[in-house]
């Protein structure tokens, strides 16, 4: 008897607990903070800057999307500096492989040296032998990031409009496609993006970090809610739109927040992914330890080498159901 009213006890609280929790998100949902700012365009030299129409292509592969029997279900796309061979083969080899309902894509800004070096020379063989390298004639940089997430989402709006879905994703990251793929044929077409979602992130004001942002580049002292850039997905249609409002975001270097900026024009807000019945999130942007059944559960988790995707693909593909 008082062993079946505590067991109730227990169920009560799980159950208030799951109200509450899902009532903050709603409610977190329904505000986008105290007082944004009003979006005003941005003057035409400061667009300029990241404009992917300042920029031209060097390598495009226009019919990328349409060379296959139907448009692709889920765009994978991989920002990547060109020397980066090794990371762009592992890719190919684990969850970047060529299937039926993906189409994975590398995206590459000018090497040092540019269009005359030796890293380009071995670039272009690769994308002949290859056939999924993108690049454009902007310095390959950390702080160019942001220009490259840009001329990705032009690239997919103007090239692939017919896909549902893309991922911006880091080479170092343990894609779970199978999953995530049958996650997706369940999740909104329109207006969808979710990733690691980071709601409380303020710009470092520090001249030693690496985030450094000053108060001239970005005056407010919150940044709105946005998915960690390790790897997000998204549905199409929100490619054309995040082009469209960088035209009113001032450029910043980092690209996950500025693209969160964006959504915010939009009043578009990234959502969680939870995974059922831990409540964890499906996007672990961090670096676990590999498990196979641990990792046939989530979505991502970040900051492995090239060997050591290879190493743990092989072992996840060979039975990735005998858990
Ligand atoms: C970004 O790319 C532009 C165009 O190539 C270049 O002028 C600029 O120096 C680059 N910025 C950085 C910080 O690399
Ligand atoms: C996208 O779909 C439309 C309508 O079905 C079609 O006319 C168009 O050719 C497709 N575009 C590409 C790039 O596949």
Not at 64 to 78: Q, W
């Amino acid at each position: 008897m008082r062993r079946r009213s505590l067991w109730r006890l227990v169920k009560l609280v799980a159950a208030a607990l799951a109200l509450v929790l899902s009532a903050h998100i709603l409610l977190s949902g329904l505000t986008y903070g105290k007082h944004p700012p009003k979006p005003s365009l941005l003057p035409a030299e400061e667009y300029r800057l990241i404009s992917p129409e300042t920029y031209e292509y060097v390598l495009k592969r226009p019919a990328a999307c349409a060379d296959r029997t139907g448009p692709p279900f889920l765009v994978l796309m991989v920002p990547v500096a060109p020397a980066e061979a090794a990371a762009r083969e592992a890719v190919r080899k684990t969850w970047g492989a060529p299937s039926e309902d993906t189409l994975t894509l590398f995206f590459v800004g000018l090497p040092e040296g540019g269009r005359g070096s030796r890293v380009q020379a071995l670039l272009e063989e690769e994308s002949s032998a290859r056939a999924d390298i993108i690049q454009m004639n902007f310095q390959d940089s950390y702080q160019n990031l942001t220009v490259k997430t840009m001329m990705m989402m032009s690239w997919l709006a103007t090239h692939c409009p017919n896909a549902s879905y893309a991922m911006k994703v880091d080479t170092d990251v343990f894609v779970n496609v199978f999953y995530l793929l049958r996650r997706l044929r369940g999740s909104p077409g329109r207006d969808f993006i979710t990733g690691s979602v980071i709601s409380d992130g303020r710009p470092r004001r520090s001249r030693d970090s690496k985030w450094h942002l000053s108060e001239e580049v970005y005056p407010e002292d919150s940044f709105p809610p946005y998915v960690s850039g390790a790897g997000y997905v998204f549905s199409a249609d929100l490619a054309p739109r995040i082009s469209w409002a960088s035209r009113f975001v001032r450029p910043i270097p980092l690209e996950d927040v500025y693209v969160g900026l964006c959504l915010r024009v939009l009043a578009v807000r990234p959502v969680y992914s939870l995974g059922l019945p831990t409540f964890r999130s499906l996007f672990e942007v961090r670096r676990l330890q590999y498990d196979r059944c641990a990792f046939a559960r989530l979505v991502l988790a970040n900051g492995f080498k090239p060997s050591q995707l290879l190493h743990m693909w092989r072992d996840f593909t060979r039975d990735p159901s005998g858990c």
